[in-house]
């Protein structure tokens, strides 16, 4: 791993003053269970992304930056439930 110069580490501690940063959690439905009774039971699988900038264009649709600058888009066919946190 290389480590990073000086001048880098300084450049980003002052970027971090001025950029967000959010935490966004995605819940994917993982299992559909019928009960006895006949209602249904929905388990979810979360995935957690920290990112530079969020668009969600729809419940289907997300687009997100991550913090290494990563391009993530996301795009289901049934809605999803979501969280954004801003942490800094």
């Known amino acids: 791993m290389k480590k990073k110069s000086i001048w880098k580490r300084i450049w980003d501690w002052i970027l971090a003053w001025f950029i967000d940063e959010f935490e966004v959690t995605i819940?994917?439905?993982a299992s559909k269970v019928q009960n006895e009774d006949g209602s249904e039971t929905v388990?979810?699988?979360?995935?957690?992304?920290?990112?530079?900038?969020?668009?969600?264009?729809?419940?289907?649709?997300?687009?997100?930056?991550?913090?290494?600058?990563?391009?993530?888009?996301?795009?289901?066919?049934?809605?999803?439930?979501?969280?954004?946190?801003?942490?800094?």
């Open 27 to 29: 819940y994917f439905p």
């Open 43 to 88: 388990h979810f699988n979360p995935k957690h992304y920290t990112c530079r900038t969020v668009k969600v264009k729809s419940q289907t649709e997300f687009k997100l930056k991550t913090v290494d600058g990563h391009a993530v888009h996301i795009k289901t066919v049934d809605p999803v439930g979501y969280d954004i946190i801003k942490t800094k």
